[in-house]
């Protein structure tokens, strides 16, 4: 492991200083070959697949595990995108000059060696080379063990592609091939090697993470995602969002789990939303009072108001009122992404205000809670923290802004 993150670290000196067009062209390089090669990376992903179902894993995972040639051609259109945006090293960000004349200037640059661990979808191997190649990181990256022949097979597609572009260093993008949780927990204590390390995943990898990382961490964890429907909400618009947060990929970390409903729509507007819901395959675990309008609910317990299903299975609850909404979402929210309905622009900047997630929604879907929605092509990760960066994570936040102060020839007098 440290000999990985050694190399990463030699790797980081040299990518911090490489010019945009090098970047560029490795970028353009590195979505040619995944066209090129997407019959090998489908044929090192069925190996992934088949070894998921005989060990009997759920249909959401294998469904998060699957590349398609549609899901291939995202992660290439990805690269395409984030070849295109602006590189964000050595931006200045910020200037003043002082009363002595030393002019200081803020500049962004990279953090350096980047690690992830990340969840069973392998299009996130490209995601995060493409992200920290662009920002002028090193990668390093610990993939799912479900997912190990299609992480593999991605990134020697991609370190073939890195090798045929002078100027990118060998050890660019390195994936640890042992995945076993040992190696994974030193990583996290590759303190002096690691400038930051990203885990994506759910509350377990969470915890170790929070219980061993010496190395600095942005937390990206769960999404037990809500959507609040407010009083003043138009109903048609109100469906068709939480239909849209909760069916239109409920594997991910940004689709709804608890929908929660202002009592005057219980009976006008409930029911009907909730058949639409059941006619998609939807599974509804509700309160008494959602009960008393829809009786084909299953009882919810205090359980599934904390649970992230990522499955077709939603918990709703019937509210009194906006701060009884915002009260549940600071109990049982994990700052991911949560949304408001709401025609009362009032009602909204409250719960825009009160909720404290990384990524608040109004008359929209929690599902935009993505970086390649957001306009930076992938996101690194999703952060669930408040410090250094907040929900999805682009090219900025794999820079940090320093100081480059000018002077001539000023000296310090105590
Ligand atoms: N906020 C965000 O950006 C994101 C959040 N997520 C969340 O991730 C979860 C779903 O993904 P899933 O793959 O099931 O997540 P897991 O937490 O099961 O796995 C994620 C990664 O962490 C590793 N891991 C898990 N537990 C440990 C541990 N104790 N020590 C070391 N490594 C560990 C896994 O390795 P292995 O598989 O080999 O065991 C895998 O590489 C959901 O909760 C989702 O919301 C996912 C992606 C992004
Ligand atoms: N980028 C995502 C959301 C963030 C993410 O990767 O999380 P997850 O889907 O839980 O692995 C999407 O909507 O596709």
Not at 165 to 183: C, F, K, M, T, Y
């Amino acid at each position: 492991m440290i000999d990985i993150c050694r190399a990463a670290k030699e790797a980081a000196a040299e990518l911090r200083v490489l010019r945009t067009e090098v970047k560029d062209t490795a970028l353009n390089a590195m979505a040619d070959a995944l066209e090129t090669h997407r019959e090998r990376l489908i044929e090192a992903n069925a190996v992934d697949v088949e070894k998921a179902r005989a060990a009997g894993v759920s249909a959401t995972l294998v469904d998060r595990l699957t590349l398609t040639d549609s899901r291939i051609a995202g992660m290439v259109r990805a690269i395409r995108v984030i070849t295109g945006l602006p590189d964000p090293v050595g931006l200045g960000v910020g200037r003043q000059e002082r009363p002595n004349g030393l002019v200081i200037e803020q500049v962004r640059e990279p953090l350096g060696v980047v690690a992830v661990i990340y969840e069973a979808r392998p299009n996130v191997t490209a995601d995060v080379a493409a992200l920290c190649l662009k920002s002028g990181n090193a990668a390093v990256l610990r993939g799912s063990s479900i997912a190990y022949h299609s992480n593999a097979a991605i990134i020697e597609v991609l370190q073939e592609a890195l090798a045929g572009v002078e100027g990118v260093p060998d050890n660019a993008v390195q994936l640890i091939h042992d995945v076993s949780r040992e190696a994974a927990l030193e990583l996290l204590r590759a303190k002096g090697y690691i400038d930051l390390l990203v885990p994506r995943g759910g509350p377990e990898l969470i915890r170790t993470v929070e219980e061993n990382a010496t190395v600095p961490t942005v937390i990206d964890g769960d999404g037990n995602c809500h959507t609040y429907v407010d009083a003043t909400a138009d109903r048609e618009m109100a469906t068709a969002i939480v239909v849209n947060a909760k069916t239109s990929r409920p594997s991910v970390c940004n689709a709804m789990e608890t929908l929660l409903v202002h009592r005057d729509l219980a009976e006008e507007w409930l029911p009907g939303a909730l058949d639409e819901l059941k006619g998609l395959g939807v599974e509804v675990r509700g309160c008494e009072r959602v009960r008393a309008v829809w009786p084909a609910a299953v009882p919810a317990e205090e359980k599934d108001w904390g649970t992230e299903y990522l499955d077709l299975i939603l918990a709703v609850k019937v509210v009194d009122d906006l701060d009884e909404a915002i009260t549940h979402i600071g109990r049982w929210g994990t700052m991911n992404a949560d949304g408001i309905v709401a025609r009362d622009i009032a009602v909204a900047q409250r719960f825009t205000r009160a909720v404290s997630t990384g990524s608040v929604f109004v008359n929209t879907s929690t599902r935009y809670s993505d970086g390649g929605e957001f306009g930076y092509g992938v996101e690194i990760g999703v952060s669930t923290q408040k410090l250094h960066s907040r929900g999805p994570m682009g090219l900025e936040s794999l820079t940090s802004v320093k100081n480059v102060v000018w002077g001539n020839g000023q000296v310090r007098v105590l």
